[in-house]
């Protein structure tokens, strides 16, 4: 298996995207172990599955499946804090991010001055990289800025011109200045800390707090469900014969609660309020603009490119013969799936190791060369 030439590309535009599976052991993802009905070969996940669920006439079963997305995904997200950490596989977690976004950092001061920044695009809506990105700062090893898009003093709005804005440090007298570098944080699918207030958006890590409420008549069904989802010796025929039946005002109150909240949903991944949807539209476009600069490199890592806008969004962006994509697969059948949807494309790297899983761990050490790079200083 190949690593990044990070040797041949440090001075390039460089770009980032970074998927749910960099916080697996954090948080579930949407990967599930019933199986497709259809076709038992085939991975089913919590997308297809709602997918499936909306276009069927099993409507309670829809919003079952919805109510456990909110408990046992978006919830721990939401009330999740860098102290509860305390398990190993969650304090490794941790860890790979600070390696992580030290590696990116030491990789940005190679750069030549006011070209000390880079873009980390990502769909997940946790907090880990800005809450790991401030501790490394509050540290004071490490001097970097991470700009989330956010502007404002006692309340912080989000806008994407902010994107544009860049840090600059000067002497006392003016006579000289220089840069620190800079990541660019943006989030595809919103934010567990994103709130709408009016006609925008207000960013505030302090809170993250989800009113969504369950049920509960809901709690037998929802074990049910649980108990389904995590047998690899079902099939989604056996979701449907959960003995579902929801009040219509119970699912009008959980629709109407479920809908406010800043992340896109997990079925056509669109939001449900204009101003998020707005934002959403922005972002993609400023990820296919910075991909179609001349000399651009996009590094993807736990990223299924199963969000179609995003994946067609790519392809379109590789005609720029000057564009690098490594793609970073998880395993040999992942890379399988990602030699289909890449075919053809001569500037997109799959990497994948032949006989091992590519964990956030593998990533940094052997693919990313983060110990390369401290050791380089």
Not at 72 to 99: G, H
Not at 230 to 241: M, P
Not at 296 to 311: G, P, Q, R
Not at 353 to 376: G, M
């Amino acid at each position: 298996m190949e690593s990044i030439p990070l040797n041949e590309i440090y001075q390039h535009k460089l770009n980032f995207l970074i998927g749910a599976g960099a916080s697996s052991g954090l948080f579930p993802t949407l990967w599930l172990s019933v199986k497709d009905s259809d076709d038992e070969t085939k991975e089913e996940t919590i997308e297809t599955l709602a997918t499936k669920l909306a276009l069927s006439n099993h409507k309670h079963h829809h919003t079952l499946l919805f109510m456990y997305y909110y408990q046992k995904i978006i919830k721990p997200v939401c009330e999740f804090k860098i102290s509860d950490a305390n398990e190993a596989r969650q304090q490794e977690v941790i860890n790979n991010y600070e390696v992580f976004i030290d590696s990116v950092v030491r990789l940005l001061q190679q750069k030549g001055e006011f070209l000390r920044r880079c873009n980390l695009f990502t769909t997940n809506y946790d907090g880990c990289i800005p809450l790991v990105a401030d501790k490394l700062i509050k540290q004071g090893a490490l001097a970097f800025h991470i700009n989330d898009g956010s502007s404002g003093f006692l309340e912080r709005s989000l806008s994407a011109k902010n994107f544009n804005t860049y840090l600059c440090e000067t002497g006392v007298f003016g006579r000289h200045s220089s840069d620190i570098p800079q990541v660019n944080y943006i989030n595809l699918h919103g934010s567990a800390y994103w709130r709408k207030r009016d006609e925008s958006i207000v960013v505030d890590y302090s809170s993250s707090k989800a009113d969504v409420a369950i049920p509960p008549e809901a709690e037998v069904w929802l074990d049910q469900l649980d108990a389904i989802l995590n047998d690899e010796t079902k099939t989604t025929t056996d979701v449907l014969e959960i003995d579902v039946e929801l009040t219509k005002d119970i699912e009008e109150s959980f629709w109407s609660a479920y809908n406010k909240l800043p992340i896109v949903n997990p079925t056509k991944w669109k939001f449900h309020e204009t101003v998020f949807e707005e934002h959403y539209y922005q972002m993609l476009r400023l990820l296919s603009y910075q991909l179609e600069e001349p000399n651009s490199v996009l590094v993807s890592f736990a990223f299924s490119f199963a969000d179609e806008h995003i994946l067609n969004l790519v392809k379109r962006s590789l005609s720029n013969p000057k564009l690098q994509v490594f793609v970073c697969c998880y395993n040999e059948k992942e890379k399988i799936v990602m030699e289909s949807r890449f075919n053809g494309y001569q500037n997109v790297k799959l990497i994948a190791f032949e006989d091992n899983d590519l964990d956030f761990s593998k990533f940094n050490e052997s693919v990313f060369n983060a110990s390369i790079l401290r050791d380089a200083e």
